[in-house]
C-alpha cells in the first residue's frame, strides 16, 4: 500500500513479476504513463487501486486475466477508450 505518497514517475512492466501480490494500491500519486499490459499477469491481485494519478491511455485488455478481482479502480486519471470487454468475465469484481 503506497497509496498518498507522494510517488512519480512511470508504472513499470516488472510490475507483472510479482506473482503472489494481492493488492496494489497506488492511488493518489503523481504516476504518469499508461497502465503496463504486464498487470494481467498478477492472477492472484484482489484489489488494483490507481485512481488520483495522471496515467493516460486505454485500459489494457490483459486486465481481464485477474480473474479474483474484486476491486478496480481507476477513476481520476486520463484514460481514454473503452472499458475492455475482457473485465465482464471476472465475476469476482465487485466495485469497477
Known amino acids: 500500500d503506497l497509496g498518498n505518497a507522494g510517488l512519480s514517475g512511470q508504472l513499470v512492466s516488472q510490475l507483472g513479476q510479482l506473482a503472489n ?56 486519471n486520463m484514460l481514454t477508450g473503452t472499458i475492455p470487454y475482457s473485465l465482464t468475465t471476472i465475476t469476482t469484481l465487485y466495485v469497477l
Open 21 to 76: 501480490l494481492q493488492y496494489l494500491e497506488l492511488f493518489g500519486n503523481n504516476i504518469t504513463g499508461t497502465i503496463p499490459n504486464a498487470i494481467g499477469n498478477l492472477t492472484n491481485l484482489v484489489s488494483l487501486d490507481l485512481y488520483f494519478n495522471r496515467l493516460h491511455g486505454r485500459i489494457p485488455s490483459t486486465l481481464g486475466n485477474l480473474q479474483k478481482l474484486r476491486y478496480l479502480r481507476l477513476n481520476n
